[in-house]
């Protein structure tokens, strides 16, 4: 049985930050791209940001470029989502994702896998 677990969720003020974890199970994580996204109420479900199963690509959405780091921990198969100077808008369900792939996709149809997510709060 596949499982994608997140933690790491809170509630910050703006300009604080936050790492999120998602551990995997059931899968053979160093062959599975990560992915995070997030969904605000009222909103799509979007691309954060993306590592391959080596953890050599990785690739970000524009609106957390600079201020998010996505990096993997193949031996606790673990993916982790720092984000740093979070900001109001930055308040969603934060989404990990596995895909059966070398290298990710911003795609959410892309990922076989999900985990239940985890709520972040950013007050102003």
């Known amino acids: 049985q596949v499982q994608l677990v997140e933690s790491g969720g809170g509630l910050v003020q703006a300009g604080d930050l936050l790492r999120l974890s998602c551990v995997a199970s059931?899968?053979?994580?160093?062959?599975?791209?990560m992915g995070w996204f997030r969904q605000a109420p009222g909103k799509e479900r979007e691309f954060v940001a993306t590592i391959s199963a080596g953890g050599g690509v990785k690739n970000y959405a524009d609106s957390v470029k600079g201020r998010f780091t996505i990096s993997r921990d193949n031996d606790k198969i673990t993916s982790y989502l720092q984000m740093y100077n979070l900001k109001p808008e930055d308040t969603a369900v934060y989404y990990c994702?596995?895909?059966?792939?070398?290298?990710?996709?911003?795609?959410?149809?892309?990922?076989?896998?999900w985990g239940q997510g985890t709520q972040v709060t950013v007050s102003s």
């Open positions: 994702a596995a895909r059966s792939r070398v290298h990710g996709s911003q795609m959410p149809n892309d990922y076989a896998y």
């Open positions: 059931g899968i053979p994580f160093n062959m599975y791209a």
